[in-house]
């Protein structure tokens, strides 16, 4: 008889003990947030930039980021939370963590309710705030001169409003360490910012292979433990487990981003259990927006050339076109900045080769697609920009660290993240 489907004929009570559960062999990541964890730099030391060749001179600077920390897009998961916890009350089935946890659920709620749903939390405004300051604190003599000369700063966004208030938060940063930067141009562009995409067959294979894993069910069985009394949580089948398991970690899930607004952060809660609800989470996005993407046939992937193909453009009216911006910031969201690193090899050990775990691909929502995640290119030029070789240089940051471009990318030998740009549009997919 086929183990999986043993297992998946288990009540809750014999999961655990038939999966091997425990927290030392959960998926884990650095944050049980997944995608929804708050964008964080650690110390000011920790941001950095690739020394500028001898020669070069800053010309052109751009930007594609995630909005910042936000309130869920619906209240729905937290109302399907409350409903669960209220149905236990009724059935005296909640544990003293699942009361506290009614108490900060109930919390959650209000503030959600006050911020809006889908809008940028007072964290998300901050996380674009500091972004844009200490981007002028890395590139102070670029700014100082765009400030002098009144050159333009473009500013494109989805036409949501969480994108649209980080990127005005993001100016507002570069202002306070700038000076008057001065904005000459704001636009929505949903067909580049903003598209949805369906599914992915093997992206769906995946996620039910994850749904219906042992560790998972075990997983959500240990978390629903947590709330509700064992002999409530028995009797409920193994996937109406992971059912409540996973919406009650979309609900918790998005309390630190709402922290400075006074949702509580349920830290409380079993780490390893919600560690691999996320992992369920990241596992479909992957292979949705992620390096899955690998496809050129992907819509996902398709939208992603639409992205890279603008980075180049902007680049080449500035320099060989008479353009007046020094600058484009483009705010956008995850659904788009995925598929945009993935298509540029930003996590070359990425492989949709074998199942999906964190080390096979290293690859994870905390990391790869956070509140406010951001890629930037800073265009260097030698003397007056020409189209002759190493006259310009690209080089790139990830989450404001230096990044080098894919394998496929060669380099300046003297400064190995700095790459020319004729050679960059060849190496990753533009002529």
């Not at 014999?14 to 927290?23: I, N, Q, T, V």
């Not at 949501?160 to 990127?167: G, I, K, Y």
């Not at 064992?230 to 309390?255: F, H, P, Q």
């Not at 930037?376 to 080098?404: I, Q």
């Amino acid at each position: 008889m086929n183990k999986t489907r043993i297992l998946l004929a288990l009540p809750a009570a014999a999961l655990a003990a038939a999966a091997g559960y425990s927290p030392s062999v959960a998926a884990t990541t650095s944050s049980n947030q997944g995608q929804y964890t708050p964008y964080a730099v650690g110390q000011p030391s920790a941001v950095k930039t690739a020394a500028i060749p001898t020669g070069y001179t800053p010309v052109y600077l751009e930007t594609m980021g995630r909005h910042g920390s936000r309130a869920a897009t619906s209240s729905s998961d937290i109302d399907s939370a409350i409903a669960l916890i209220n149905k236990a009350r009724s059935a005296k089935a909640l544990t003293s963590t699942g009361t506290r946890l009614s108490t900060d659920l109930a919390t959650l709620k209000r503030v959600q309710a006050k911020v809006g749903n889908g809008k940028l939390s007072a964290l998300g405004a901050q996380e674009w705030k500091g972004i844009g300051t200490r981007t002028v604190e890395k590139y102070p003599t670029f700014f100082r001169s765009a400030v002098k000369s009144q050159a333009a700063v473009d500013v494109v966004t989805s036409s949501l409003s969480r994108a649209q208030v980080s990127s005005a938060n993001m100016v507002t940063g570069l202002k306070s360490a700038a000076g008057n930067v001065r904005v000459t141009s704001r636009q929505t562009n949903d067909s580049m910012l903003h598209f949805s995409t369906s599914s992915t067959a093997k992206g769906d294979a995946e996620a039910s292979r994850i749904r219906s894993s042992s560790q998972t069910r075990a997983a959500a069985a240990a978390l629903l433990k947590s709330v509700f009394s064992s002999s409530y949580v028995d009797k409920m089948s193994t996937s109406t487990t992971v059912a409540n398991a996973y919406d009650l970690w979309e609900a918790v899930a998005i309390g630190p981003a709402l922290r400075l607004d006074g949702a509580p952060v349920m830290s409380y809660l079993p780490a390893a259990a919600l560690n691999q609800m996320a992992f369920l989470k990241d596992a479909t996005a992957f292979y949705r927006y992620g390096p899955g993407v690998s496809s050129a046939g992907n819509a996902s992937f398709k939208k992603a050339v639409v992205i890279r193909d603008n980075f180049f453009y902007v680049i080449d009216k500035r320099l060989f076109e008479g353009g007046k911006s020094v600058a484009t910031i483009r705010l956008s969201h995850g659904e788009q900045l995925m598929p945009f690193a993935a298509l540029l090899r930003l996590n070359p050990q990425a492989t949709t080769a074998a199942p999906f775990t964190y080390a096979s691909t290293g690859w994870n929502g905390n990391d790869e697609a956070k509140m406010a995640a951001n890629i930037e290119w800073l265009v260097v030029a030698k003397g007056k920009p020409t189209k002759s070789a190493r006259s310009v240089l690209v080089t790139m940051r990830y989450n404001e660290m230096p990044r080098r471009f894919s394998a496929a990318c060669s380099a300046y030998e003297v400064a190995p993240y700095f790459y020319d740009l004729a050679g960059l549009k060849k190496c990753v997919g533009r002529s």
